[in-house]
């Protein structure tokens, strides 16, 4: 019987989403669960990987179970298991067939700034706090320049493996909330360390040190090296994953 979960998570205290020799992540913790409720272990297949730090409001996975289990009924015992900063919130039969990862369509995630200069006792897990003011309507110019498909080798992680760097975005914006500022991003992939490169470079925008059409050159250039640092994970979900 397969199982296809929705979940989210507060990756602070984790390595990222993916098993990792002697480290503690989001799937061993639930893959832990899992094996006392059944008595045997179960592999668990993620829709994105998501980095140490990251965190999750609508993570999907799947996983076969050796036995018939109502599942609303694994949710609530997968729960009872599982850390507070991890939570299953739906739970249903799929289809034996349904990949999570290579089944979607497309992802959202969004990126959330801090915009003052005094810290927050509460924010701090789940925010970069930038001091600095910053031009909403440049990072939007920005933004829309990342819109459609194109090669993205420049705002991958060093060292990635992916086979192709193409990915086609359908919505990219900033919106402001006083001093909170949330990017929105759908594609139907992301590469590693992609969106928080994209950050970091519109925030160079909004700080006026870059020219949003600044951010056209560094895609057409493919050269990782022109664009800044990586944006920190605390500030990074994944909302959404589309079937």
Known sequence: MKIRITL??????YSGWQLQAGQDSIQARLEAALERIFGAPIRMHG?????????AR?????????????????????????????AVIEAAEAPDQFDPRR??????????????????????RYAWRLKDPLDLAAMNAAAACLIGEHDFAAF??????????????????????????????EASAFLRHMVRTMVGAMVECGRGKFAPAHVTAILAARDRALAPAAAPACGLFLVEVRY
């Open 58 to 86: 609508g993570q999907v996975a799947a996983f076969t179970i050796p036995r018939a289990f109502d599942p609303h009924e694994l949710r609530r015992a997968m729960n009872a298991i599982l850390p507070h900063d991890i």
């Open 47 to 55: 829709a994105g990987r998501t980095d140490a730090g990251v965190h």
């Open 103 to 124: 089944d979607a369509i497309a992802r959202v995630y969004e990126y959330r700034i801090l915009n003052r200069e005094r810290r927050s006792a509460f924010d701090y």
């Open 156 to 185: 991958r992680s060093v060292g990635s493996a992916e086979t192709t760097t193409i990915r086609r975005i359908y919505a990219s914006a900033w919106t402001r909330d006083g001093d909170r500022l949330v990017y929105r991003v």
């Open 8 to 13: 989210e998570y507060d990756g602070a205290n």
